[in-house]
């Protein structure tokens, strides 16, 4: 096959970031995909429904005749308001409640540290059907950093679904087949997203013949093992994984330096990469659920009436090393391959 045309794609989980950065940065997600999950960790963060507003339009404000929907996230603290939340579900600005860790990745200082203290919010949240979208890492300084997700599902995520049976779970960025695994035993409201780049990285890309800062993300990518079993998924044409690229720039002076920032920048080539890693399986036909359906069908709404249209190329695809942006350049990410797909429309 050498054109394939899927209904337009969804990134259920994106940095946009603020000002300059979001200036620049905007166009390169709008240009592939119709709607995103916008995640909240700004600084300071996205917590009450007026702020996801002045947020919404900001973005909406970079991005003049676009043809995307920015899909607003409130950022979880032990303060939220369940009531402010709930009427900003209802008033349709915020489609989702971010839940970090303290400490747990990029800007999460003012995350949860006690879960019991948002247990009326998750409840508010169940009751109004508000997902919850959650960043599965614990934090304590003992448990090593490879195995901070499959600790996370036992002892935090677990626990909170026992507790609120009726809460709707989007696993983040999952990077283990403990997570997948997890996913698969639990059929009721419980999804998970996974990445451009962790369908490709696993720790060895990151380490072997010196650190790569740009292959840095959080959650660090694991074991190749981990990594099959997310391709595995993401090719299974089970609905409850989709989509969410986590593509989180940071300008190069905060990558290249001796304490990097964490986050893949792939807005601008995933779908290419993706077309890729499908085409090479034999499985291009499950491509189009796993941008185009499955997420939107796991969160409500709509699927998009849009399409775009994939080519092949008989040539390998350039794409810009960097995208320029007045808070400096960004780094693309580079999958490591020859692309041979692009976006033709
Ligand atoms: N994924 C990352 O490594 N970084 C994200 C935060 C996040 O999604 O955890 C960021 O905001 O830069
Ligand atoms: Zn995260
Ligand atoms: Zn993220």
Redesign the pocket.
Known sequence: MTRLTLTRPDDFHL?LRDGAMLQGIAPESARDFARAII?P?LVPPVVTGAEAAAYRERIAAALPGADFTPLMTLYLTEQTDPADLVAAHKAGIVTAVKLYPAGA???SASGVTDFTKVAKVFEAMAEAGVPLCV?GEVTAAEIDIFDREAVFIETVLDPIRRAHPGLKVIM??VTTKDAVDYVRANPQGLGATITTHHLILNRNSLLVGGMRPHYF??PVAKRELHRQALVEAALSGDPRFFLGT?S?P?SDDRKECACC???CFTATNTMPILAQIFDREGRLDRLEGFTSHFGADFYGLARNAGTITLEKTAEPVRFPAKIETGAGPVTVFEPGFDLYWRVAG
């Open positions: 940095h995640m960790n990745t990029t800007n960043h983040e960025h993300c959080l986590d989180a940071h920032a964490a986050g």
